[in-house]
């Protein structure tokens, strides 16, 4: 596979190591409007650099890597699939449910693969509580509470993630589009959406540096989630209960803290007892979910965390804002 990638900053250079690690396919073009980022990439992975990403979609390559800023998600996802490229495109899936659409119903119509990227999916604790989860050893799920945050840094207020016209919002739109997407994953759909935003440190009025969110799905069951960028020490946390057991996942290694799962099941007459598996090493998500990303593409089927589930999570996230917009 033939690999481009657009947008050279951090999450870029992520992206291309996963491609490089998993080995068969070949990054040929990076593209950034920062020359030298698009520069520094390409030297580091062998391709050739431009600063026009229109430039990366009319070339010879199989694969788009959507490595923007949100507000660039749309057009660039659209071009590609016009081109009849795949894409893999960063989370939010876009700055609005309406641009959303537009990427999916273009991915359609270009028959490409679009996967959203939600590399939490591929964490190994998260896959561990799906597999006990699926397995049955919570039985019926009854709620799942979710917690996921930062602590920003000195001049966050001025990063791009806090520019609503760029970033769609504030932090439901960024770790926020995690912590839905994992709410749907465990879950499924909703019906029932209230929500709480609010500013409460980082002068980004009117958007948010706090979210919250209470979701009910047509059986009842019920996900609670937060996500703050004034969590001054990282964290994650995620706690799915059902009728027979409970599984949690903490931490995601890194700043978060070791990343781990753990199994427990109801019992009311015997001491409480877990089971905890605790994983080590690097990071491997990211390379993970390229790995998925390609296989899709090979076998003609939508990902795991596929473009749908980016506009699923789009549409919670408007749902929510528009609870916390009416006070209810």
């Not at 990427?103 to 006990?132: T, Y």
Request: charged share 25%.
């Amino acid at each position: 596979m033939r690999v481009g990638i657009i947008g050279a900053g951090l999450q870029g250079r992520r992206r291309a190591r996963a491609v490089i690690d998993a080995g068969g396919a070949k990054i040929t073009m990076v593209a950034d409007s920062n020359r030298q980022a698009a520069l520094d990439l390409a030297a580091a992975t062998g391709a050739v650099f431009t600063t026009a990403w229109e430039e990366v979609i009319a070339a010879d390559v199989d694969a788009v890597l959507v490595c923007t800023p949100p507000h660039l998600h749309a057009p660039v996802t659209v071009a590609a699939a016009g081109a009849g490229k795949h894409v893999l495109c960063e989370k939010p899936l876009a700055t609005s449910y309406a641009e959303g659409r537009r990427m999916v119903e273009a991915a359609q119509a270009g028959g490409i693969v679009l996967k959203c990227g939600f590399n939490l999916r591929h964490h190994p604790g998260i896959r561990q509580a799906r597999a006990w989860v699926d397995g049955g050893e919570t039985g019926e799920v009854v709620f799942l509470r979710l917690r996921y945050g930062i602590g920003g840094r000195s001049g966050y207020e001025r990063e791009w993630r806090t520019r609503a016209e760029i970033a769609g919002g504030g932090q439901l739109m960024d770790q926020g589009m995690h912590a839905l997407d994992l709410c749907r994953y465990f879950l499924g759909e909703f019906t029932t959406v209230k929500g709480v935003t609010a500013t409460g440190f980082w002068p980004v009025s009117p958007i948010e540096d706090n979210a919250f969110g209470l979701l009910k799905t047509e059986k009842g069951q019920v996900a609670s989630l937060h996500v703050s960028w004034t969590q001054w020490k990282n964290l994650f946390s995620l706690e799915v209960y059902g009728k027979e057991g409970y599984v949690t996942v903490e931490g995601l290694g890194g700043s978060y803290g070791g990343e781990r799962a753990v199994l427990g099941r109801r019992d009311f007459s015997r001491p409480f007892t877990e089971t905890v598996i605790e994983f080590r090493g690097a990071d491997r998500s990211w390379r993970d979910e390229w790995q998925e990303f390609c296989a899709a593409v090979e076998e003609g089927r939508e990902p795991s965390g596929s473009g749908r589930d980016g506009l699923e999570a789009l549409k919670l996230a408007a749902m929510l804002y528009a609870s916390a917009g009416r006070g209810d």
